[in-house]
């Protein structure tokens, strides 16, 4: 068999009225409805008036957005895959691409932050209807990021050069999973491009451990972030909700003289767990055990804010940065040495799909 010799002058079109392209949808589009989805955003989302109608009919604008991201949409053209075939007789109420262009960019940072308001109450009934979390009832991580997605056009609204160096617009993100699940986004913020990644974190970490426990999050629940959300606040909003955390420590001054202070017989070799491709780290010694999992040898932590029974702990022993700026450790009472390793599994932005963090960067261009 060899391809024919008049290739160029055959074209095809998928135009057949009785073929469906994405059969898959259908039951993606029925589950939203049921979790109320249409309602939500009828409920919460408002776009102020204009001459060509850009802010009417927001439920069917977004759901026409939901599908076409499901069905493999990475940009506004693309959502006209929604009108191929059959798919208008196994949908009603899709919108041209140029109309759902028009919606995106009527968008300002108060109705964004309305979204956010209809993600956090669908999450949950979501989590009512289908198995999101399994396992959340033992234990469940909450993971803090933010990325900056790159813009273009001088209208952009609050666009800037951040620490990446880069021109757009940065994104907060806080991800729940457990052992047994994939990451689910429970809270976002959009921010302007130069925001610093701690503005709003405690908020938005009061936020997340909510809505991870209004999906089923009754165990424990523990926040592991880096460097940049090392602060009082971060760490008060855990306490206050009761959950447990791993942050990672800036090495200042008086976080190495601590480190030094620490014995060499205390150290025992750590196993790297899963990673590879990380070395063997090495941790203090555990001395103490509490309830059924135990608190990890500990320093008293440098930081005067924290209460005394915060736990400064150091799975790698070093006086350099590493790329988070930092070596050290902070937690809660109540991890073991492969407790605190799991840190090193960290969710980061990076594990969430590709194609996701591709859909956003459309949605901010």
Known sequence: ???????????????????????????????????????????????????????AFPAAKLMSLVGGMAAGADSIDDMDRLRHGAMGRLFSGVRAPSTLGSFLRSFTHGHVKQLHAVARRFLHELARHTPLLPGADQAAYVDIDDTIRRTHGYAKQGAGYGYSKVKGLNALLGVVSTPLSAPVIAA?????????????????????????????????????????????????????????????????????????????????PADPLTLPDRPARKVPRPVDKVEELGRPAATPCP???????????????????????????????????????????????????????????????
Not at 193 to 207: Q, Y
Not at 350 to 356: F, W
């Open 1 to 55: 068999m060899q391809s024919s010799h008049a290739a160029a002058a055959v074209s095809s079109a998928f135009d057949d009225p009785n073929l469906i392209a994405y059969g898959g949808l259908e039951p993606v589009v029925r589950l939203a409805e049921r979790c109320g989805l249409p309602a939500l955003v009828g409920e919460h989302v408002r776009l102020p008036d204009s001459k060509d109608s850009t802010g």
């Open 188 to 268: 976002t913020r959009l921010r302007k491009g130069p925001s610093n990644s701690a503005r709003g974190a405690a908020a938005l970490v009061a936020e997340t451990i909510r809505t991870a426990r209004a999906c089923g999050a009754s165990g424990l629940l523990v926040l592991r972030a880096d460097s940049a959300f090392y602060g009082a606040d971060v760490i008060n909003a855990c306490r206050a909700l009761g959950a447990r955390f791993s942050i990672t420590m800036r090495m200042n001054a008086s976080v190495k003289a601590t480190i030094a202070r620490i014995d060499e017989d205390a150290w025992t």
């Open 303 to 365: 930081n005067p804010q924290l209460s005394p029974n915060t736990a400064c702990t150091t799975p790698k022993r070093s006086t350099g940065n590493q790329a988070g700026g930092s070596g050290l450790r902070l937690g809660t009472g109540g991890f073991t040495d492969a407790g605190e390793l799991t840190h090193l599994n960290e969710v980061r932005l990076e594990s969430i799909p590709e194609i996701l963090r591709e859909y956003i960067s459309d949605l901010l261009e």
